[in-house]
């Protein structure tokens, strides 16, 4: 177990990072800043040059791998860092210099057992992609098939852990501050960072989530996923087919190809409407290098790649979802504020009627807007200016969802500037409502839960007996006292009189500037 002290001196070392970016500048010149925090940001820059603007996602980008993910999920937080840092770090590239190639082959081999030349033909040394978690090479298989190879880095796993541990250490010590810094649940922020990325950390996980994507999608014939070598993929390698296309981030080589970009914006809206109201599961990491254009002018699909951060959503939530986006287009504020209630997302004290005017304030402003003021970045933005006022907890499963949106919104308005994200989502999302909620589909939901229910009963009646045997047998096992062993409480002696006289004075400063390092104030 890391010690406190160690938990520290990382925090400040990456507090002079941010320094030299200019990123803890907004914390000092907040009034609502602890004293202590203060006094931490300037240890911190102490000596360091600080650029007039600051430059977020440069600082995370230079911290490492693990920053860079939590960037990317601060990123989903403007109500946590402000809106300023939220959009800078919406760009933050997810690359890093790469590994050399002999540390790649010996990574390849050794999770395989078999020489590289038996996998691959050729495969080049030069990688086509280095992100923070793996590296992308082209190759070619024997049978002739060209494919792209995706590695991890050598040793990623175990940095993560490191770092993940004292951002879990600071989030904790936050939280326990309570009022403001609890209701932003700083450590269901770390959480999902977590999860997310521990199954980035085995590739045969995002195999199988490509594979998943691919069935749900494949009635949608503008939209496809590549095919995946399950032969040569593993938990540290995956191999799949290789795409050759337009990247969408290539407008102009869009365009001199002959492609519709209003039509390819509008179908890209609607295939991200698909993913998440229709089937639940979405590609949420949707920027515009993840995607390309294949095909002619006449019938062009979208190809998606890199399938490490996927959204899961149920289908209450969807339901939901869908009724809040279609109250929020249609002006039905009433509705949309019965749904908070009934999700439990506006604690009850407060009241229907007077949300409803909350969101209506956020709404209003945009209805009757020209095309091009028109945002759900700016929905978002609003909604979480109220969500302070009623007590609203954030929703964690929902973050990957509001990061999404915003990125297929940018994506969208950069093939089409002039789209209306509105008036492409809203017949989607009223057709899918009625099919979902209308009365032959209320019928079928409750005949198939009535049904379900009922077969469950024999296996219900099972458990009861196994949990309440007949009287006979050996008695169940009193539960055993908790006795501390000695070594263990050794060691936490040993750690305690340095890294907690140390904790004293810095520990609650630290927690609470890793959380809010990128605000503005």
């Not at 939280?175 to 199954?199: F, Q, Y």
């Not at 365009?255 to 914006?265: F, Q, T």
């Not at 040993?494 to 500037?513: E, H, I, K, Q, V």
């Amino acid at each position: 177990m890391t010690s406190t002290a160690k938990h520290i001196w990382r925090l400040l070392k990456w507090g002079r990072v941010l320094a030299r970016h200019g990123a803890l500048r907004g914390i000092e010149n907040d009034r609502n800043a602890p004293a202590p925090v203060k006094r931490l940001c300037r240890v911190a820059r102490l000596g360091a040059r600080q650029p007039v603007d600051p430059d977020y996602a440069g600082a995370f980008q230079d911290i490492g791998p693990a920053a860079i993910k939590l960037g990317q999920a601060l990123a989903t937080r403007p109500d946590l860092v402000g809106e300023g840092p939220a959009r800078n770090l919406l760009a933050l590239q997810d690359s890093l210099p790469p590994v050399d190639f002999a540390l790649i082959r010996n990574q390849v081999e050794s999770t395989f057992g078999r020489s590289l030349e038996t996998l691959f033909t050729t495969i080049e040394e030069a990688p086509v992609g280095a992100a923070s978690i793996a590296q992308v090479h082209r190759a070619v298989t024997p049978d002739g098939r060209a494919v792209a190879v995706k590695v991890l880095r050598p040793g990623i796993r175990e940095q993560f852990a490191r770092d993940v541990e004292t951002y879990e250490w600071a989030a904790a010590h936050l939280e326990a501050l309570g009022g403001e810094a609890a209701r932003l649940r700083p450590r269901a922020v770390i959480d999902n960072l977590k999860r997310w990325t521990s199954r980035e950390f085995d590739l045969r996980r995002e195999a199988a989530s490509a594979s998943e994507l691919a069935a749900a999608m494949r009635g949608i014939d503008d939209y496809r996923v590549p095919d995946i070598d399950w032969d040569r993929t593993n938990g540290s390698v995956m191999t799949v087919e290789w795409i050759d296309g337009i990247k969408m981030s290539n407008i102009a080589g869009l365009v001199e190809a002959g492609y519709d970009l209003p039509a390819l914006a509008r179908r890209l809206v609607i295939t991200f409407l698909t993913q998440a109201i229709s089937c639940g599961f979405f590609h949420a990491d949707m920027h515009q290098g993840n995607l390309f254009v294949q095909g002619g002018p006449e019938h062009p699909t979208i190809v998606a790649i890199d399938f490490g951060i996927m959204g899961r959503i149920n289908r209450q939530a969807r339901l939901w979802l869908a009724e809040i986006l279609y109250g929020l287009t249609t002006g039905n504020y009433r509705r949309v504020a019965e749904i908070h209630f009934e999700a439990q997302y506006v604690p009850s004290y407060h009241t229907v009627e007077e949300f409803a005017t909350a969101l209506r304030a956020v709404g209003e402003p945009m209805r009757g807007k020209p095309v091009s003021e028109l945002s759900v970045g700016q929905m978002l933005d609003g909604l979480f200016a109220i969500t302070r006022d009623f007590d609203m907890a954030v929703q964690p499963h929902l973050l990957l969802l509001q990061k999404t949106m915003v990125m297929v919104e940018g994506l969208a308005t950069a093939l089409d500037p002039d789209i209306n994200m509105w008036d492409v989502a809203s017949p989607f999302v009223r057709d899918w409502i009625r099919d979902e909620l209308g009365p032959e589909a209320v019928i079928v939901d409750r005949v198939r839960e009535d049904l379900d229910t009922l077969l469950r009963l024999p296996s219900l009646v099972r458990r009861i007996e196994e949990r309440f045997p007949a009287k006979g047998g050996a008695p169940e096992q009193a539960p055993l006292p908790e006795i501390e062993i000695i070594w263990e409480r050794r060691t936490r002696e040993s750690d305690r009189w340095g890294g907690y006289a140390l904790a004293a004075t810095l520990g609650g400063a630290a927690a609470w500037g890793l959380t809010y390092l990128t605000m503005l104030g």
